[in-house]
């Protein structure tokens, strides 16, 4: 069974890090295209980053370039999102989701353009 498990989010000050996980069980994160996407209350669910299976070309969404570093441990079939200098629009429940056919070429969304999901970690910055 494909699973995606999220986890490292938080409480953070604004100016804060924090780094989340995407860990994989079921199948190998290093063949798919994965992507991080977020959700805040009333707002649609937005795509963050992606890193792709073929090179490991990374993506970012405009208003976390340069903030953000999306990376791929597959030894440990994980996939990991540091977030540095958050703030507080940052906050929502973040989640994984693997692309199975278009290689990041949706990393800013539809959701539907993926199709495996974790059931995200919630990340708060707040002072």
């Known amino acids: 069974q494909l699973r995606l498990v999220e986890s490292g989010g938080g409480l953070v000050q604004p100016g804060g890090s924090l780094r989340l996980s995407c860990a994989a069980s079921g199948f190998a994160l290093r063949h798919y295209g994965i992507g991080w996407f977020r959700q805040a209350p009333g707002k649609e669910r937005e795509g963050v980053s992606c890193?792709?299976?073929?090179?490991?070309?990374?993506y970012y969404a405009d208003s976390v370039k340069g903030r953000f570093t999306i990376s791929r441990d597959n030894a440990k079939n994980t996939v990991f999102l540091q977030m540095n200098s958050l703030k507080p629009k940052d906050t929502a429940v973040y989640y994984c989701a693997a692309d199975t056919r278009f290689e990041c070429g949706y990393y800013r969304g539809p959701a539907d353009a993926y199709d495996y999901w974790g059931q995200g970690t919630q990340v708060t910055v707040s002072s």
């Open positions: 890193i792709s299976s073929s090179d490991g070309s990374t």
